[in-house]
């Protein structure tokens, strides 16, 4: 299997000044774009932290060949 690539980003607002959240674009070596859905995690730190080890979890169980 190939080198994988997991594209990410975070970073930590205050809840209530959110107001919406797009996609972040990915341009592939042929020029071609894909898509990255970002996610909203909302709570304590101790929330997010675990929301967000579930959510990796979860991720890597859509790759069971990986």
């Known amino acids: 299997m190939a080198n994988l690539v997991l594209v990410y ?3 930590l607002l205050p809840a209530d ?8 674009p990915v341009t592939l070596l042929n020029g071609n774009q ?3 859905t970002m996610h909203v995690l ?4 101790e929330q997010i932290e ?3 080890k579930h959510s990796v979890d979860a991720f890597f169980d859509f790759y069971p060949e990986i």
């Open 17 to 24: 000044e959110v107001v919406g959240v797009g996609e972040a």
């Open 34 to 36: 894909a898509h990255v």
């Open 42 to 45: 909302e709570g304590s730190r």
């Open 50 to 52: 675990a929301q967000l």
């Open 9 to 11: 980003g975070m970073r």
